[in-house]
Nanobody, 113 residues
Framework: QVQLVESGGGLVQAGGSLSLSCIASDSISIYTMGWYRQAPGKQRELVAGITRGLTQTYDASVKGRFTISRDNVKKMVYLRMNNLKPDDTAVYYC????????WGQGTQVTVSS
């Protein structure tokens, strides 16, 4: 399985921005990749996906605010998050879509009101 390491989270005020990065241990070029998040007491959810052909999809809750991108040469997946809201507070993970069994440690995003 491909190992994944997420980074870039932090504490930000509502309306602020963060950029998340995910590096994979092996090639991701054939996979649809996604960013997921899990808030306390809630199930993990897919918030953004990007196909091998660079088609992007977004959950309605983040559409227009988040942008997913990828660099297959660098084995990286990115998530640019603008106009953050307190409801975006969660641990963010990247994985394939649908996800493999292995999950990285995630990166914490906390948005204060």
């Amino acid at each position: 399985q491909v190992q994944l390491v997420e980074s870039g989270g932090g504490l930000v005020q509502a309306g602020g921005s963060l950029s998340l990065s995910c590096i994979a241990s092996d090639s991701i070029s054939i996979y649809t990749m996604g960013w997921y998040r899990q808030a306390p007491g809630k199930q993990r959810e897919l918030v953004a996906g990007i196909t091998r052909g660079l088609t992007q999809t977004y959950d309605a809750s983040v559409k227009g605010r988040f942008t997913i991108s990828r660099d297959n040469v660098k084995k990286m997946v990115y998530l640019r998050m603008n106009n953050l809201k307190p409801d975006d507070t969660a641990v963010y993970y990247c994985n394939s879509a649908p996800p493999q069994d292995y999950w990285g440690q995630g990166t914490q995003v906390t948005v204060s009101s």
